[in-house]
């Protein structure tokens, strides 16, 4: 038996038999020379998250989220009025033109491209937005208005009865005061697919770690069948492609990817200015325009559904100055499948009389800096950023 044996059936017994045969033997301290592990390499620091992604006003309920290869991905998206926006590093982006719309009824009402007293970067970008949104649209099948007081919203029901069949909305109310400024736009709209394609509900695809039901074309006879209804406008690479998959009439849906775009305005005009000048002689020339039988096409299922309030223009002056915004919201529904799009979207910004304060409010019901110092001092020797609320005193019950 070796000693490693011996010593195991040695403890073994003093524990049965707790006969105490054994004695505590001191040794002297030793020195343990281990080197130290080489600092492993992770790479380039990662950008760290900003604060407006947790907390940006414009998503009216707190955003859900979910883990994804053990980091924390925000699953609500933020809404952006214009396409000027930046990709958010870790949630998803959406804009529809419809506040855009409702922007362009209030300056015509207004008389002013600027809306707003005092323009703000949104403010302004909005403007630009606000030019161009009337094109990006179906007249059919959008309907944008502004005017004053429950004449206005009577006068928005009965064209939207009479163009649409119902007057029914989510957003516009049911009386405002006779001085209030409404601002309201709607879009109702449908892309059907020339061809339907066939949708995956079970095996799906794989998308960040999880399953998620598909539609399009993976691999086999039968892709001469879209030939016409998908276009294949530019090819560059798994992680580099823009495909156009045509509806009825004069819509679309384009389906894009490509690393490096910094805003949501570069995404649309590279994707589209692909559209634009249509696949490159040489996939011309080899047919590669359209899907083919080893072609692997697969796009998730979507269905989006999002309210949004654009609190940063909230609580600011209108042109000429007797109104205040004190509402400007956006809803969104999408649903993108095997036989199309569904889009319905409204808008509302409304402007009221502003109340006159007797004085100035210096209130810190925000954040808020609390220094100390003494008069002439180049520094103070306190100073606090306090904005969670753990350092008041709370009020005394009754």
């Known amino acids: ?65 979910r883990t994804v290869h053990g980091e924390q991905i925000m699953t609500a998206p933020l809404v952006t009025p214009t396409l000027e926006h930046a990709l958010p590093i870790d949630r998803d982006l959406v804009h529809c033109a419809t506040f855009a719309l409702a922007w362009a009824e209030l300056q015509r009402q207004l008389g002013s491209e600027d809306v707003l007293v005092e323009p703000t970067e949104l403010s302004r970008a909005l403007g630009r937005a606000a030019a161009v949104a009337a094109g990006a649209v179906d007249s059919a099948e959008s309907f944008a208005c502004a005017g004053e007081g429950d004449a206005a919203v009577a006068a928005i029901r009965a064209e939207l009865a009479r163009r649409f069949g119902d007057a029914q909305t989510r957003l516009l109310p049911q009386s405002v005061p006779a001085h209030a400024l409404v601002a309201f736009a709607l879009l109702r709209t449908r892309v059907a697919f020339e061809r339907p394609f066939v949708r995956d509900r079970s095996a799906g695809l794989s998308f960040l770690g999880g399953r998620v039901q598909c539609f399009g074309h993976w691999g086999g006879a039968g892709a001469s069948a879209y030939a016409g209804a998908a276009t294949v406008h530019r090819y560059e690479s798994p992680g580099d492609f823009v495909i156009e998959l045509r509806g009825r009439g004069d819509a679309s849906v384009v389906v894009a990817r490509r690393e490096g775009w910094s805003t949501l305005a570069e995404a649309t005009h590279d994707a589209l200015g692909a559209v634009d000048r249509g696949p490159g002689r040489w996939a011309r020339l080899w047919g590669q325009t359209s899907l083919q039988d080893d072609d ?7 269905s989006l559904r999002v309210d949004a309030s654009f609190d940063e223009l909230v609580g600011k002056p209108i042109v000429p100055g007797d109104r205040v915004l004190v509402a400007a919201f956006q809803t969104l529904e999408l649903d993108v499948d095997e036989h199309g799009a569904r889009l319905v979207s409204e808008a509302l910004a409304l402007g009221m009389k502003s109340r006159r ?28 950023w306090l904005q969670s609320g753990a350092a008041f005193v709370p009020v005394e019950p009754g």
């Not at 692997?296 to 979507?302: E, G, H, M, R, S």
């Open 296 to 302: 692997i096409f697969q796009v998730p299922v979507v």
């Open 357 to 384: 304060r007797r004085g100035r409010e210096l209130v810190c019901d925000g954040p808020f800096l609390l220094a100390l110092r003494r008069a002439g001092a180049p520094a103070p020797y306190f100073a606090a």
């Open 1 to 65: 038996m070796d000693d490693g044996a011996t010593l195991a059936a040695a403890y073994a017994l003093e524990q049965i038999t707790g006969a105490g045969m054994c004695k505590d033997v001191a040794v002297e301290d030793g020195e343990i020379f281990v080197s130290d592990p080489p600092a492993p390499d992770v790479g380039e620091a990662r950008e760290p998250k900003l604060a407006p992604l947790v907390s940006d006003p414009r998503c009216r309920f707190p955003p859900d989220r």
